[in-house]
């Protein structure tokens, strides 16, 4: 049977307005002033030539003895603007990794969860971690659950799972993820206002705010990794294991519905708990993720 050609494009501005809607509170997370990067950070900025690009990333030596962090940013960010606060409430060495492709790293080829997945092993093995705990926020979560896929679960001390899901094939996820590139990507109405309203309520931070949309990702980039996103599903791969492991739920999430949270939590046997905040947990209650780190590993 041919699919109904009349409904489905009476189908589109409804799902338009979904994806944009979503895009637009997005973009206000991604440059609202809790996300501006302080102009000195700890640590140092350090770089890996691989075969794909070149890697950067940011390695904080700290003083606690438990496991460091290996820490995985969401689509269309970079390290710095995602992980700067959580970085200030650990004493744990961390490593926050550029995906390939975004913040500082390039890429030479097309993005692709298992390209992001050798990143995590190339800079680990670059700072010399040993058995990190991965902890993925937004699309960091399927990069972390790719890496403990085709690295193994021993090669890790657990897995923190923060505003995520296993799977994002699901019709709203679609719509959204589909439409994000061009909501969301360069030139866009919407980042580009969102942007220069920040930076006029927050004159001091202008330059941060600038320096943040300068860093995000290339359209080719965003659409690549959307790409992967939509048709991701972890629940297909029967040989997965997992370190030990907790899943932060959203409870407020606009963009990862809490439900698909605690259900991919379920799904993997691993315990969840609730966090009362939207999708940018990690910059706007990074004391309670901290806290829950450093409780759990």
């Known amino acids: 049977m041919r699919p109904n050609r009349s409904l489905a494009l009476a189908a589109l501005p409804g ?12 973009a206000v997370h991604l440059f609202g002033a809790d996300r501006a990067t302080p102009a000195h950070l700890p640590g140092n900025l350090r770089t890996v030539n691989t075969d794909w690009g070149r890697l950067s990333y940011r390695y904080v030596a ?22 700067w606060q959580l970085i200030q409430h650990t004493e744990r060495t961390v490593v926050a990794i550029d995906l390939p492709g975004h913040g500082r790293s390039t890429l030479n080829r097309r993005f692709s969860f298992s390209i992001a997945s050798n990143a995590v ?28 896929n085709e690295l193994g679960a021993e090669s890790f001390a657990g897995f923190v ?25 360069p030139g866009s109405p919407i980042v580009t206002g969102a942007m220069r309203a920040e930076a006029k309520s927050h004159p001091d931070l202008a330059d ?11 359209r080719r980039v965003l659409i690549e990794a959307a790409a992967e996103l939509r048709r991701f599903d ?3 791969w029967r040989d997965l294991r997992i370190p030990p492991a907790v899943w932060i739920v959203t409870s407020e999430d606009g963009v990862v519905p809490a439900d698909d949270q605690r259900a991919s939590a379920v799904h ?6 609730e966090l009362s905040s939207d999708h940018p947990a990690v910059t706007r209650a990074p004391m309670g993720v901290a806290a829950i780190i450093e409780r759990l590993f």
Do not use: C, K
């Open 208 to 218: 941060q705010v600038a320096r943040a949309y300068a860093m995000r990702p290339n």
């Open 234 to 236: 972890a629940r297909e």
């Open 268 to 273: 993997f046997g691993i315990p969840s708990i």
């Open 121 to 148: 092993m190339e800079a680990a093995a670059d700072a010399g971690l040993r058995r990190p705990v991965l902890v993925g926020h937004s699309m960091g979560g399927p990069v972390a659950l790719t890496a403990l």
């Open 161 to 185: 799972a923060i505003a995520t899901s296993a799977y994002w094939v699901r019709p709203r996820h679609q719509v959204m993820v589909a439409a994000a590139p061009y909501v969301l990507g």
């Open 15 to 26: 799902a338009a307005a979904v994806a944009l809607w979503g895009g637009y509170r997005h």
């Open 62 to 83: 700290g003083s606690n003895p438990g496991p460091p962090l290996m820490l995985i940013h969401g689509w269309g960010s970079s390290a710095d603007p995602v992980w």
